[in-house]
C-alpha cells in the first residue's frame, strides 16, 4: 500500500517550483497527490457582530415564549446556552423531568 502526500496549491509559478521539487524527494512507495486551491471560497467560522446581536434576540423570544407556556426550551430542542445540560441534583434520569414538564405545560397547551 503506497503511502499518499497531499500537495496544496494555488496555480501560480511558485507552486509549481514547489510541486517539482517535492516530488523529486518522494520515494517510490509514495503517492503525490497535488490538490487546486483555486477558486476555493472563503468561509467565515465566526459571527459577526450583527449575527450575534440576531442569535441573541432569537433565544431571548425562545425564553420568553417558553416562559409563557412553562416549558422547558430543552423540550422543544432548544438548547440556550447549556441550560438543558444541567440537570438538578437529586434527579436520577430524564424522565421524571420530561413527566413534569409536560404535565405543568405542553400537556395542558396540545388539549
Do not use: H
Not at 63 to 75: R, Y
Not at 84 to 90: A, D, N, R, T, Y
Request: charged share 25%; proline share 5%; hydrophobic share 40%.
Amino acid at each position: 500500500m503506497k503511502r499518499k502526500v497531499e500537495l496544496f496549491t494555488a496555480g501560480c509559478p511558485v507552486c509549481e517550483d514547489a510541486t517539482r521539487l517535492v516530488r523529486s524527494l518522494i520515494c517510490e512507495s509514495c503517492e503525490l497527490e497535488v490538490l487546486n486551491t483555486e477558486g476555493i471560497e472563503w468561509m467565515p467560522m465566526q459571527l459577526n457582530n450583527q449575527e450575534m446581536g440576531y442569535q441573541m434576540w432569537m433565544e431571548y423570544l425562545i425564553k420568553v415564549s417558553t416562559a409563557i407556556f412553562q416549558i422547558d426550551p430543552a423540550e422543544i430542542n432548544f438548547d440556550l446556552r447549556g441550560s438543558g445540560s444541567q440537570q438538578p441534583m437529586f434527579m436520577s434520569n430524564n424522565e421524571a423531568q420530561q413527566k413534569v414538564s409536560k404535565d405543568r405545560g405542553l400537556q395542558p397547551l396540545l388539549r
